[in-house]
T-cell receptor, first 110, second 112 residues
Framework: GENVEQHPSTLSVQEGDSAVIKCTYS??????FPWYKQELGKRPQLIID?????GEKKDQRIAVTLNKTAKHFSLHITETQPEDSAVYFC?????????FGGGTRVLVKP | DGGITQSPKYLFRKEGQNVTLSCEQN?????MYWYRQDPGQGLRLIYY???????QKGDIAEGYSVSREKKESFPLTVTSAQKNPTAFYLC???????????FGPGTRLTVT
């Protein structure tokens, strides 16, 4: 099955700085690469996704980059704000089946 | 919050009892999923279903059972065979193919 790793497991940044989280996966059949955000006690919500025919996608302060050859993709958050504090999960998959990484806890310090 | 609901929010059971968690969606999604989340960890797939009356095991199906008799509903039964049932259970739904999964609010199950 798919083996997914996220790094780092925790990330503390100063408000206004950038944050980068990397996700590596093992299954070359994976063709869908989403990132989910989960605030404390709440449900995960999709924040951005990318498909394997695209190398980069941006949505305001959030971007995802994909390197399919090396089997990794990254989440980039610029100009971080306190409301960005949460746990972020990558979840690469093929078809309908996703495999979630262990999560990265991001803390944005004001 | 509408779209996908789970009940109850908190559930307490004694060891040795089976318990059924409810999941309902009105998004007209074909696919539904059950995940388990333990403290400080990611989500692990228990079962998923892409069509009524059909479902597949995920990565940690042992000790769990599901049914999909209606498109809108995908209940999960945690049986007494599940060794460590205490966890946060999340249900999700999506359209078929590479698409966003929408999550319910979750059920926190405690077994003592």
């Amino acid at each position: 099955g798919e083996n997914v790793e996220q790094h780092p497991s925790t990330l503390s940044v100063q408000e206004g700085d950038s944050a980068v989280i990397k996700c590596t996966y093992s299954d070359s059949a994976s063709n869908y690469f989403p990132w989910y955000k989960q605030e404390l006690g709440k449900r995960p919500q999709l924040i951005i996704d990318i498909r394997s025919n695209v190398g980069e996608k941006k949505d305001q302060r959030i971007a995802v980059t994909l390197n399919k050859t090396a089997k990794h993709f990254s989440l980039h958050i610029t100009e971080t704000q306190p409301e960005d504090s949460a746990v972020y999960f990558c979840a690469p998959g093929a078809g309908n089946k996703l495999t979630f990484g262990g999560g990265t806890r991001v803390l944005v310090k004001p | 919050d509408g779209g996908i609901t789970q009940s109850p929010k908190y559930l307490f059971r004694k060891e040795g009892q089976n318990v059924t968690l409810s999941c309902e969606q009105n998004l007209n999604h074909d696919a539904m999923y059950w995940y388990r989340q333990d403290p400080g960890q990611g989500l692990r797939l228990i079962y998923y279903s892409q069509i009524v009356n059909d479902f597949q095991k995920g990565d940690i199906a042992e000790g769990y059972s599901v049914s999909r008799e209606k498109k809108e509903s995908f209940p999960l039964t945690v049986t007494s065979a599940q060794k460590n049932p205490t966890a946060f259970y999340l249900c999700a739904s999506s359209t078929l193919g590479q698409s966003e999964q929408y999550f319910g609010p979750g059920t926190r199950l405690t077994v003592t």
